[in-house]
T-cell receptor, first 114, second 112 residues
């Protein structure tokens, strides 16, 4: 699996957009970019994923650069409940046996400041 | 609306004990996973299973075994618990070929 690099920690003011970067310069053509987050004392929670195009759902937006070597997760209006560790993961298509597993790094600790 | 349930939230065991961590999911998922999480090391995959009675080693299987006798249940077994197995253990499940995992709330195991 391609390796990802994320900042160790970030702060964001409540109500502002939180932009979390992720570098994945060795990503392969068929590998997806996933984002999960882990709120303190809970299991990780799926946020969003994408391959090439930008994606948006009710939780966040995912912007993937044209060369796919980096991506940004955007939380449009951060709230205190968004304080968590955010993980960026790349992996091959889930349809291939053995590719179902996710490899988590250490993520970015995002703190929303009141 | 609980979907992945881990039997214990906190557990304290003695060195050398055989420990069972249980995980049950009610979503009819094919895949199930066990991770451990330690400060500074993130989540590391111990074992996973893609079907009943099937199992695959993850990145750190040493000292652990697993059992999947029924689709909804995936057990992690510490044959002889050691202090370096003190950790947060997280279970997850997913549909085959799905892209989303659902995690349980975790079991914090302390081996003394």
């Amino acid at each position: 699996d391609a390796k990802t690099t994320q900042p160790t920690s970030m702060d964001c003011a409540e109500g502002r957009a939180a932009n979390l970067p992720c570098n994945h310069s060795t990503i392969s053509g068929n590998e997806y970019v996933y984002w999960y987050r882990q709120i303190h004392s809970q299991g990780p929670q799926y946020i969003i994923h994408g391959l090439k195009n930008n994606e948006t759902n009710e939780m966040a937006s995912l912007i993937i650069t044209e060369d796919r070597k980096s991506s940004t997760l955007i939380l449009p209006h951060a709230t205190l409940r968004d304080t968590a560790v955010y993980y960026c993961i790349v992996r091959p298509p889930a349809a291939n046996f053995g590719n179902e597993k996710l490899t988590f790094g250490t993520g970015t600790r995002l703190t929303i400041i009141p | 609306d609980v979907k992945v349930t881990q039997s214990s939230r906190y557990l304290v065991k003695r060195t050398g004990e055989k420990v069972f961590l249980e995980c049950v999911q009610d979503m009819d998922h094919e895949n199930m996973f066990w991770y451990r999480q330690d400060p500074g090391l993130g989540l590391r995959l111990i074992y996973f299973s893609y079907d009943v009675k099937m199992k695959e080693k993850g990145d750190i299987p040493e000292g652990y075994s697993v059992s999947r006798e029924k689709k909804e249940r995936f057990s992690l077994i510490l044959e002889s618990a050691s202090t370096n197995q003190t950790s947060m253990y997280l279970c997850a499940s997913s549909l085959k070929a799905s892209r989303g995992y659902t995690f349980g709330s975790g079991t914090r195991l302390t081996v003394v």
